[in-house]
């Protein structure tokens, strides 16, 4: 008899980050825990939870856990928007995460400014062979958007492999882009997109030793006009982008 497959845990923040992959599940199951709901069944051949991490680092790491403690999982993937703030980086390209950092954790002059006290770090990586997957499955999914006809395909989008931050609030304004980035880079972090879970999430999973990785849509430049472009672009246009991306990361990890 082959050992049962592991279990995946897909988050997103947003309801509409992750709309459809639950239509998709075969044998769907809810399970409501810790305040939250999860849908665990079939996808793609691959057992999965399905959850909303919520908004915000503390959310996201009580997701987290609750995944890693209740269910069980073996791995965690990250699939959402997040607003652009590297050099190149534009609306509807995919940011596939290398590493993470708190873009608001200041704990000087006890520990360095980003430094997780007690931690001795101030990055987390992303998992290497998560990553390697999702790398690929982004990009098999912008080739497969924007060889179609979809009116939201944007055909000069491309994947970027970085560092993304992550904050409790969310960033919308160019002057406050350029403070963050240049404090950012003054201490060697070249952040190409900013979030509010991705950090949070990457601490749990290496407090318990779980793989994880992210994949993020960037939906708006972080500037003055996200306010506005954020709204429209997770309503139109996340969902299409989450589920293709997953479908693809499911296929390779069921290759393996």
């Known amino acids: 008899m082959s050992p049962k497959p592991s279990t995946t845990a897909i988050l997103s923040a947003l309801p509409e980050e992750q709309d459809g992959l639950i239509a998709l599940l075969h044998q769907p199951r809810r399970t409501t825990h810790a305040g939250r709901e999860f849908w665990q069944g079939d996808l793609h051949g691959q057992p999965v939870v399905l959850a909303l991490s919520r908004i915000g680092k503390v959310a996201a790491a009580t997701t987290a856990t609750a995944l890693i403690e ?14 652009g703030m590297g050099l190149g980086v534009k609306v509807g390209d995919v940011v596939v995460a290398e590493d993470f950092v708190q873009h608001d954790m200041d704990a000087s002059p006890l520990f360095p400014r980003y430094e997780i006290p007690l931690y001795g770090q101030s990055r987390f990586k992303a998992d ?94 972080a500037d003055d006009q996200a306010h ?29």
């Open 70 to 83: 209740r269910f069980g999982v073996s791995r965690i993937v990250f699939t959402g928007v997040a607003g």
């Open 228 to 256: 506005v472009d954020f709204p429209v672009f997770v309503r139109e246009v996340a969902s299409y982008y989450a589920r293709t991306v997953v479908e693809k990361f499911l296929g390779l990890l069921s290759k393996q």
């Open 128 to 221: 290497r062979a998560l990553t390697t997957l999702l790398l690929e499955a982004a990009d098999s999914a912008l080739r497969h958007i924007n060889d179609g006809d979809d009116p939201w395909a944007f055909p000069d989008a491309r994947v970027h492999h970085g560092l993304m931050a992550s904050g409790d609030r969310f960033v919308s304004g160019a002057q406050e882009v350029q403070q963050l980035q240049s404090a950012l880079l003054a201490s060697g972090h070249p952040v190409l997109a900013v979030e509010m879970e991705g950090a949070a999430i990457a601490q749990v999973c290496q407090d318990y030793g779980l793989p994880f990785a992210a994949v993020r849509t960037i939906s708006d430049r």
